[in-house]
C-alpha cells in the first residue's frame, strides 16, 4: 500500500490530529519509508487531502478533531440540536454536528440551549458528525465544572446521583464532605483531582434544597440552568422605599376607563387598553385605541441595584409551581402592577386606526390611569358572547364593545398584512401544595387572546417607528427569514405525503399560511404545522433591525412588558428620551451598551425556555411514573437514526423509543422521509404517525421517559440496494437492530 494511502487511513482512524512524529511512530516507519514521510505529507497538503493544525500537526481536510469546544445555534426539522465549532477560522463552512439524543438533562437536549457553548466528543460516521456532551461551558468559561445531585448514604460514605440523563454511573463524595449531608439532599458538587479505590471523588460546593420537596423539580431546573434566584438587600431596599408616583407632568388618563385582560392566574399587569370612534370627520368610523404600559422606568432607574439585577436576570421566568420575577413583588406585584381601581404611572401610546384597520398616527406621553377592571381572557369573552359576569357587565357597553369593534377594524388589516398563522396546542400545568401535578389541560384560544395580542403588536410597531424617526438607538425583536436549507428539508418532507413546495420559490407567510389552511382538516395538519414551526428561525434582540418575518413586519420592539423584560425596559427608557418624557430616560451609557445587552438578553430568554421546559419534564414524568407499564396514544414528533422522540396526545409530554425497542428488524433512518425504515421488509414509522407506545421507565429526577412501541410499522416499499451497502458500510448495528442514515450529505451548513 502507498505510503500516501496509509497516512490518510491513519489520520482518518485516528481522528485528532497527529504530528509527523505520531504518524511515524503509528505507521512503524523506519529507512527510506521515514526519510520519504515529509514528501509524502507535502505532496498531501498540495492536493487538498490534508491540512495542518497548530502548525505541526496534520488532519484530514475538513475533518473536525475528536474534542473540542462547541456552540449551539439551531434545530433542524427534527428537533436534532445543531453545533459548530466555536473557533472556525476556515474560508468553507464548517461540517454539521448533530447533538445525540438523550445528551440533554431533564429532556430533550434540555441542558444545553441555542447560543450555549459544551466541551464535545465527536464521531464522524461518514456523513457527518455525532456529538456527544463531555461537559457545559458557563457563560464565562471560568468556573470549575459544577453538578448538580441527589446525595445517598451508602455504607460509610454517600453517593451522588447526577440529575442529568447522560450520566452514566453515580459519583462518591469526598470523606471530608459526607457529615455535611444529609440522606436526600440536593447538592452542587464540583469535580477533583482526588480517588479512592479508583473512583473519581467529588467536592460539595452547595447543599439547596432536599429532592422530596414540592418544589424541587423547579429548584433543580432554576439552579442547572443558572437562573439567578432572589434579590440583593440593595435591590430590596430600594424597592420597599420606593413611594407611588404621582402625577406631576403627567397626563391624568384616571378618568379614561382602561382594563386589564390577563390569563386567570396572572398577578403583573402591565398593560391596559381601551378604544373609542375616532370623532374626526376626515376618519369615518375609525378608531382611537389607547395602550398604557406600566411605567418601570419611574421606579427602576438605569444604573440603579434594581436596574443590574434586572438586566443580570434578562426576563422572569414561569414554572409550573411559581414565578421567578425579574424585578421584586414590591414593583411587579404592586407599585407596577396595573392593579383595578388604584393610581398607576404608566406610558401610553394613543393610536389613530381607519376603518381598515390601518394605523394613521400615533404618539407617546406619560400618565397617571387607574384601572376600571381586571378581567381574565374567559371573562372578557363570555362577556362578549353574552354572559358577562358581576365584574364584566358595567365595562361590557362602555369598554369590552369598542374594544371588540376596533379589533375588527385591526383583523382587516392583519389579514391583508398576513403575518405567520402557525396553530398549536399550549398547556397548562397545575401544581398543587405538594408538589404534584393538579391538572394538566389545553390551553383555549379566544378572541379575547388575539385582541389583545393584536393592540400590543401594533404598540410594540409604534415605539420602533418612533425611535427610528428620532434617530435613537434601540434594541429591535427580530426574525429572521428561514433558510434555505430548512426549506430544503421542509419541501422533501412534504414530498413524501404528496404535497408541493417549490425549492426555489422566495418563502413568505402567505406561503406558509396557505399551506396550513390546505391541511387544516387533513390527518397532517398537526404535523405540518409543527413542521413549518420548525422550519422557522428563531427570534432574537438586536440592535440591527432584519425586520419580524413571522409577524411580517419592517420595524418591531418590545414595549410592553417591562415589568417581565428588561428589552421592554430598555425601550421605554429610550422613548422616554427621544420624546422629552422626563429626566430618567436611556443615558449615553446604556445606549453604548445597548449590543451587549441585546446579546445578554436573548442568552437570558433561551436559558428560561430551557428551564421552563426541563421543570415541566420533570413534574411530568413524576406524575406519570405511577403508569409505567400503561399504553399511550402518541404522535411521532421527531426522526432520528438513534429512535423516535413521541408526543403525548393528552399530557403533551415529550419521550423517546430507542431504536433497540421497535423490534428485531434492522431499520435505517431516512432523513429525506423524516422516517425510519425496514431494511427487510420496507415497514415504516414516519414523522407526525399517530402511534401507540408503553412506558418502559419515568425518572422524575432527570425528567426522562423511555418506551416501547407497540404499534406496528406501516408497510412501504423496501430500501434500495445501495442503502444497504451504505447502510453496511457502517459497521454492526445495536443488537442487530440499530440502522443508520441513507444520506449522501447532511444538508445542514452554518
Same mark, same amino acid.
Given at each position: 500500500?502507498?505510503?500516501?494511502?496509509?497516512?490518510?487511513?491513519?489520520?482518518?482512524?485516528?481522528?485528532?490530529?497527529?504530528?509527523?512524529?505520531?504518524?511515524?511512530?503509528?505507521?512503524?516507519?523506519?529507512?527510506?519509508?521515514?526519510?520519504?514521510?515529509?514528501?509524502?505529507?507535502?505532496?498531501?497538503?498540495?492536493?487538498?487531502?490534508?491540512?495542518?493544525?497548530?502548525?505541526?500537526?496534520?488532519?484530514?481536510?475538513?475533518?473536525?478533531?475528536?474534542?473540542?469546544?462547541?456552540?449551539?445555534?439551531?434545530?433542524?426539522?427534527?428537533?436534532?440540536?445543531?453545533?459548530?465549532?466555536?473557533?472556525?477560522?476556515?474560508?468553507?463552512?464548517?461540517?454539521?454536528?448533530?447533538?445525540?439524543?438523550?445528551?440533554?438533562?431533564?429532556?430533550?437536549?434540555?441542558?444545553?440551549?441555542?447560543?450555549?457553548?459544551?466541551?464535545?466528543?465527536?464521531?464522524? %460516521?461518514? &456523513?457527518?458528525?455525532? @456529538?456527544?456532551?463531555? #461537559?457545559?461551558?458557563?457563560?464565562?468559561?471560568? *468556573? !470549575?465544572? $459544577?453538578?448538580?445531585?441527589?446525595?445517598?448514604?451508602?455504607?460509610?460514605?454517600?453517593?451522588?446521583?447526577?440529575?442529568?440523563?447522560?450520566?452514566?454511573?453515580?459519583?462518591?463524595?469526598?470523606?471530608?464532605?459526607?457529615?455535611?449531608?444529609?440522606?436526600?439532599?440536593?447538592?452542587?458538587?464540583?469535580?477533583?483531582?482526588?480517588?479512592?479505590?479508583?473512583?473519581?471523588?467529588?467536592?460539595?460546593?452547595?447543599?439547596?434544597?432536599?429532592?422530596?420537596?414540592?418544589?424541587?423539580?423547579?429548584?433543580?431546573?432554576?439552579?442547572?440552568?443558572?437562573?439567578?434566584?432572589?434579590?440583593? %438587600?440593595? &435591590?430590596?431596599?430600594? @424597592?420597599?422605599?420606593? #413611594?407611588?408616583?404621582?402625577?406631576?407632568?403627567? *397626563? !391624568?388618563? $384616571?378618568?379614561?376607563?382602561?382594563?386589564?385582560?390577563?390569563?386567570?392566574?396572572?398577578?403583573?399587569?402591565?398593560?391596559?387598553?381601551?378604544?373609542?370612534?375616532?370623532?374626526?370627520?376626515?376618519?369615518?368610523?375609525?378608531?382611537?385605541?389607547?395602550?398604557?404600559?406600566?411605567?418601570?422606568?419611574?421606579?427602576?432607574?438605569?444604573?440603579?441595584?434594581?436596574?443590574?439585577?434586572?438586566?443580570?436576570?434578562?426576563?422572569?421566568?414561569?414554572?409550573?409551581?411559581?414565578?421567578?420575577?425579574?424585578?421584586?413583588?414590591?414593583?411587579?406585584?404592586?407599585?407596577?402592577?396595573?392593579?383595578?381601581?388604584?393610581?398607576?404611572?404608566?406610558?401610553?401610546?394613543?393610536?389613530?386606526?381607519?376603518?381598515?384597520?390601518?394605523?394613521?398616527?400615533?404618539?407617546?406621553?406619560?400618565?397617571?390611569?387607574?384601572?376600571?377592571?381586571?378581567?381574565?381572557?374567559?371573562?372578557?369573552?363570555?362577556?362578549?358572547?353574552?354572559?358577562?359576569?358581576?365584574?364584566?357587565?358595567?365595562?361590557?357597553?362602555?369598554?369590552?364593545?369598542?374594544?371588540?369593534?376596533?379589533?375588527?377594524?385591526?383583523?382587516?388589516?392583519?389579514?391583508?398584512?398576513?403575518?405567520?398563522?402557525?396553530?398549536?396546542?399550549?398547556?397548562?400545568?397545575?401544581?398543587?401544595?405538594?408538589?404534584?401535578?393538579?391538572?394538566?389541560?389545553?390551553?383555549?384560544?379566544?378572541?379575547?387572546?388575539?385582541?389583545?395580542?393584536?393592540?400590543?403588536?401594533?404598540?410594540?410597531?409604534?415605539?420602533?417607528?418612533?425611535?427610528?424617526?428620532?434617530?435613537?438607538?434601540?434594541?429591535?425583536?427580530?426574525?429572521?427569514?428561514?433558510?434555505?436549507?430548512?426549506?430544503?428539508?421542509?419541501?422533501?418532507?412534504?414530498?413524501?405525503?404528496?404535497?408541493?413546495?417549490?425549492?426555489?420559490?422566495?418563502?413568505?407567510?402567505?406561503?406558509?399560511?396557505?399551506?396550513?389552511?390546505?391541511?387544516?382538516?387533513?390527518?397532517?395538519?398537526?404535523?405540518?404545522?409543527?413542521?413549518?414551526?420548525?422550519?422557522?428561525?428563531?427570534?432574537?434582540?438586536?440592535?440591527?433591525?432584519?425586520?419580524?418575518?413571522?409577524?411580517?413586519?419592517?420595524?418591531?420592539?418590545?414595549?410592553?412588558?417591562?415589568?417581565?423584560?428588561?428589552?421592554?425596559?430598555?425601550?421605554?427608557?429610550?422613548?422616554?428620551?427621544?420624546?422629552?418624557?422626563?429626566?430618567?430616560?436611556?443615558?449615553?451609557?446604556?445606549?453604548?451598551?445597548?449590543?451587549?445587552?441585546?446579546?445578554?438578553?436573548?442568552?437570558?430568554?433561551?436559558?428560561?425556555?430551557?428551564?421552563?421546559?426541563?421543570?415541566?419534564?420533570?413534574?411530568?414524568?413524576?406524575?406519570?411514573?405511577?403508569?409505567?407499564?400503561?399504553?399511550?396514544?402518541?404522535?411521532?414528533?421527531?426522526?432520528?437514526?438513534?429512535?423516535?422522540?413521541?408526543?403525548?396526545?393528552?399530557?403533551?409530554?415529550?419521550?423517546?423509543?430507542?431504536?433497540?425497542?421497535?423490534?428485531?428488524?434492522?431499520?435505517?433512518?431516512?432523513?429525506?422521509?423524516?422516517?425510519?425504515?425496514?431494511?427487510?421488509?420496507?415497514?415504516?414509522?414516519?414523522?407526525?404517525?399517530?402511534?401507540?407506545?408503553?412506558?418502559?421507565?419515568?425518572?422524575?429526577?432527570?425528567?426522562?421517559?423511555?418506551?416501547?412501541?407497540?404499534?406496528?410499522?406501516?408497510?412501504?416499499?423496501?430500501?434500495?440496494?445501495?442503502?444497504?451497502?451504505?447502510?453496511?458500510?457502517?459497521?454492526?448495528?445495536?443488537?442487530?437492530?440499530?440502522?443508520?442514515?441513507?444520506?449522501?450529505?447532511?444538508?445542514?451548513?452554518?
Amino acid at each position: 500500500m502507498a505510503l500516501s494511502t496509509r497516512i490518510l487511513s491513519t489520520l482518518e482512524h485516528h481522528g485528532d490530529a497527529m504530528s509527523k512524529r505520531d504518524i511515524s511512530r503509528v505507521l512503524g516507519l523506519a529507512g527510506k519509508e521515514k526519510t520519504g514521510l515529509k514528501e509524502a505529507l507535502r505532496m498531501l497538503e498540495n492536493n487538498g487531502k490534508i491540512e495542518r493544525q497548530d502548525k505541526r500537526k496534520y488532519a484530514l481536510t475538513g475533518r473536525l478533531p475528536n474534542v473540542f469546544v462547541a456552540q449551539f445555534y439551531d434545530r433542524d426539522l427534527d428537533g436534532e440540536l445543531l453545533a459548530r465549532p466555536a473557533s472556525w477560522d476556515k474560508e468553507t463552512p464548517p461540517p454539521t454536528i448533530i447533538l445525540a439524543p438523550g445528551e440533554g438533562s431533564g429532556g430533550r437536549d434540555a441542558a444545553i440551549g441555542i447560543g450555549e457553548r459544551a466541551l464535545i466528543r465527536v464521531k464522524h %460516521d461518514g &456523513e457527518g458528525y455525532i @456529538a456527544r456532551i463531555i #461537559k457545559k461551558l458557563p457563560q464565562d468559561q471560568t *468556573t !470549575d465544572q $459544577r453538578l448538580i445531585g441527589v446525595a445517598r448514604k451508602i455504607g460509610n460514605g454517600v453517593q451522588i446521583t447526577l440529575t442529568t440523563r447522560k450520566a452514566k454511573k453515580p459519583l462518591i463524595l469526598r470523606p471530608l464532605d459526607a457529615e455535611k449531608v444529609e440522606d436526600g439532599d440536593l447538592v452542587i458538587v464540583a469535580q477533583t483531582r482526588e480517588r479512592k479505590r479508583g473512583l473519581e471523588l467529588v467536592k460539595l460546593v452547595e447543599r439547596i434544597g432536599d429532592v422530596n420537596a414540592p418544589r424541587a423539580a423547579s429548584l433543580i431546573a432554576l439552579t442547572e440552568h443558572g437562573i439567578p434566584q432572589g434579590f440583593s %438587600d440593595a &435591590e430590596v431596599e430600594q @424597592a420597599e422605599t420606593a #413611594k407611588p408616583v404621582t402625577l406631576g407632568k403627567r *397626563t !391624568d388618563l $384616571r378618568d379614561l376607563d382602561l382594563i386589564t385582560i390577563d390569563p386567570d392566574d396572572a398577578r403583573d399587569f402591565d398593560d391596559a387598553v381601551h378604544a373609542r370612534p375616532d370623532t374626526d370627520p376626515k376618519n369615518p368610523d375609525g378608531w382611537v385605541v389607547t395602550v398604557a404600559i406600566a411605567d418601570v422606568a419611574a421606579y427602576v432607574p438605569g444604573g440603579s441595584p434594581l436596574d443590574r439585577g434586572a438586566r443580570k436576570r434578562g426576563n422572569s421566568v414561569y414554572l409550573p409551581d411559581q414565578v421567578v420575577p425579574m424585578l421584586p413583588e414590591r414593583l411587579s406585584n404592586d407599585l407596577c402592577s396595573l392593579r383595578p381601581h388604584e393610581d398607576r404611572a404608566c406610558m401610553v401610546v394613543q393610536m389613530t386606526f381607519d376603518a381598515q384597520g390601518h394605523k394613521r398616527n400615533h404618539t407617546f406621553l406619560r400618565a397617571l390611569m387607574r384601572s376600571s377592571a381586571r378581567l381574565s381572557y374567559s371573562q372578557a369573552q363570555a362577556a362578549i358572547d353574552g354572559k358577562p359576569d358581576e365584574t364584566a357587565a358595567p365595562v361590557l357597553k362602555s369598554v369590552l364593545k369598542p374594544l371588540w369593534a376596533a379589533y375588527g377594524a385591526l383583523k382587516i388589516a392583519r389579514a391583508k398584512r398576513n403575518p405567520l398563522e402557525i396553530e398549536s396546542t399550549e398547556r397548562k400545568i397545575r401544581v398543587n401544595a405538594q408538589g404534584q401535578i393538579a391538572s394538566i389541560t389545553k390551553q383555549e384560544r379566544f378572541d379575547a387572546h388575539r385582541l389583545i395580542e393584536e393592540f400590543m403588536v401594533a404598540a410594540n410597531v409604534c415605539a420602533a417607528e418612533t425611535l427610528e424617526q428620532k434617530h435613537v438607538p434601540l434594541i429591535y425583536r427580530v426574525h429572521d427569514a428561514s433558510s434555505a436549507e430548512k426549506l430544503h428539508a421542509l419541501s422533501d418532507f412534504l414530498r413524501t405525503i404528496d404535497m408541493k413546495w417549490a425549492k426555489g420559490e422566495r418563502a413568505t407567510t402567505k406561503r406558509f399560511n396557505t399551506l396550513i389552511q390546505k391541511s387544516r382538516d387533513g390527518k397532517y395538519a398537526e404535523v405540518i404545522n409543527e413542521m413549518v414551526l420548525r422550519s422557522q428561525m428563531q427570534a432574537i434582540y438586536d440592535t440591527r433591525n432584519i425586520g419580524h418575518f413571522g409577524l411580517n413586519l419592517t420595524h418591531y420592539a418590545h414595549f410592553t412588558s417591562p415589568i417581565r423584560r428588561y428589552a421592554d425596559l430598555t425601550v421605554h427608557r429610550a422613548l422616554i428620551r427621544a420624546c422629552g418624557l422626563g429626566s430618567d430616560g436611556a443615558t449615553d451609557a446604556e445606549q453604548s451598551q445597548l449590543k451587549s445587552i441585546a446579546e445578554e438578553i436573548t442568552a437570558a430568554e433561551r436559558r428560561a425556555m430551557a428551564a421552563e421546559r426541563d421543570a415541566a419534564g420533570r413534574y411530568i414524568a413524576s406524575y406519570l411514573s405511577e403508569h409505567v407499564g400503561t399504553s399511550f396514544s402518541a404522535r411521532i414528533s421527531g426522526v432520528t437514526r438513534f429512535g423516535l422522540f413521541l408526543r403525548l396526545a393528552e399530557a403533551g409530554a415529550d419521550g423517546f423509543v430507542p431504536i433497540r425497542q421497535l423490534g428485531n428488524e434492522y431499520f435505517i433512518h431516512d432523513e429525506k422521509a423524516h422516517a425510519l425504515v425496514g431494511r427487510d421488509t420496507g415497514g415504516r414509522y414516519t414523522l407526525g404517525q399517530t402511534v401507540t407506545a408503553e412506558l418502559m421507565e419515568a425518572v422524575p429526577l432527570t425528567g426522562g421517559l423511555l418506551f416501547e412501541m407497540l404499534t406496528v410499522p406501516t408497510p412501504g416499499p423496501r430500501p434500495g440496494k445501495s442503502a444497504h451497502r451504505r447502510d453496511s458500510s457502517h459497521g454492526n448495528s445495536h443488537n442487530g437492530k440499530r440502522g443508520k442514515s441513507n444520506k449522501h450529505h447532511r444538508r445542514r451548513r452554518s
